[in-house]
């Protein structure tokens, strides 16, 4: 039998780098040689033993970049062995109303690769070939991990009311933040200001040209100040903290949207009043749609920038390390490791 190194999750903040078989495949999958695979926040809340579904043991990594190195197809696909790939890790039923009218996105149970199955800590990963997305050969691998995140932040501003010329604010300052204000801007947004607690996120911000408010030191009177007295046309909260979701309801602008892309772990105060009284909208976003997928791969290959919201790179060995500085967020953003 052949095996392969992974990082097996094995219960709250249990992180063992193992040998473990390597995936065989069924009819419909590939396997994938892993390059890089990003750590994204959702695996520090299953290494904290917080998510809702993750059970252990468990292969964590949903946005993962490698090589297409065995097939087991039994229809026409366009996938061969030698792609440079990422995937879209959805699972959606196909069966339930939302995946029936168009939203397999937000599915009444979805589960993700690296979730609900393993992924890409790993050697090797196996997927089904659907969920497998070329890459343009122009693209490095590592690069190409932000693909699945970036894809997260196409969504929020596709789904929300931003219109050419808008004022816009950024709750939170981590990868996702940053990506959202990157993808604002790239929309064509006019002002975009990202509030942040950590010195060194919101010194990235402010190199990469985004006004910069530390979100600790009372940031309202500033926000006003910047989109000319009136507050922002949109917030997105990219933060998923009590705290911020307070403060969106004071910055936003009179008939304003509020975006709510920060993942909360729990229900969270919201001010309702002010929701009422200043005629505010409120809309989610979870995931991402075919088409963001293709946003982002076309932003990948413009947006130079996007490369630092990059930090570190660590092998497996690492993966202990890799979380840490990942939970401490102060002095990381996305981590990846490579295999
Ligand atoms: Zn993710
Ligand atoms: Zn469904």
Not at 147 to 155: D, G
Not at 251 to 262: L, M, R
Not at 292 to 316: C, N, R, T, W
Request: glycine share 10%; aromatic share 6%.
């Amino acid at each position: 039998m052949k095996t392969m190194q992974a990082v097996v999750w094995q219960g709250k903040e249990q992180l063992v780098l193992q040998e473990v078989p390597r995936p065989t495949l069924n009819s419909g999958e590939v396997l994938i040689k892993v390059h890089y695979a990003g750590i994204c926040g959702s695996d520090l809340g299953i290494y904290l033993g917080k998510h809702p579904r993750a059970k252990a043991p468990l292969i964590m990594g949903h946005e993962f970049t490698g090589e297409v190195i065995e097939t087991c197809l039994e229809f026409e696909s366009t996938i061969q062995v030698g792609d440079r790939v990422t995937v879209n890790p959805l699972i959606s039923c196909g069966h339930c109303q939302p995946c029936l009218t168009g939203n397999a996105h937000v599915c009444r149970s979805l589960g993700l690769v690296g979730i609900d199955i393993d992924g890409g800590f790993a050697e090797y990963v196996k997927v089904e070939a659907t969920k497998v997305v070329k890459l343009p050969s122009n693209l490095p691998l590592d690069l190409a991990c932000l693909v699945e995140p970036v894809a997260v932040t196409s969504h929020a501003i596709r789904k929300s009311a931003l219109k050419a010329g808008d004022t816009v604010a950024v709750l939170g300052g981590g990868p996702i933040g940053l990506l959202t204000a990157i993808t604002a801007r790239y929309a064509g947004a006019s002002e975009v200001i990202v509030c942040e607690i950590s010195e060194s996120r919101r010194e990235l911000a402010r190199s990469l040209g985004f006004k910069v408010l530390d979100s600790a030191n009372n940031p309202e009177e500033e926000v006003f100040k910047l989109s000319g007295g009136n507050g922002v046309d949109i917030v997105y909260e990219a933060a998923g903290a009590p705290a911020t979701a307070l403060l969106a309801t004071r910055i936003v602008k009179i008939t304003g949207q509020i975006v709510v892309v920060g993942v909360f772990k729990e229900p969270s105060k919201i001010d309702l009043q002010a929701v009422n009284f200043r005629e505010l909208s409120i809309i989610g976003v979870r995931v991402y749609e075919p088409r963001d997928y293709e946003v982002a791969l076309h932003m990948l290959g413009q947006l130079k920038e996007i490369e630092h919201v990059i930090s570190h790179q660590f092998p497996l060995e690492r993966a202990q390390e890799g979380f840490d500085l990942m939970l401490s967020t102060a002095n990381s953003m996305k981590i990846l490791f490579a295999p």
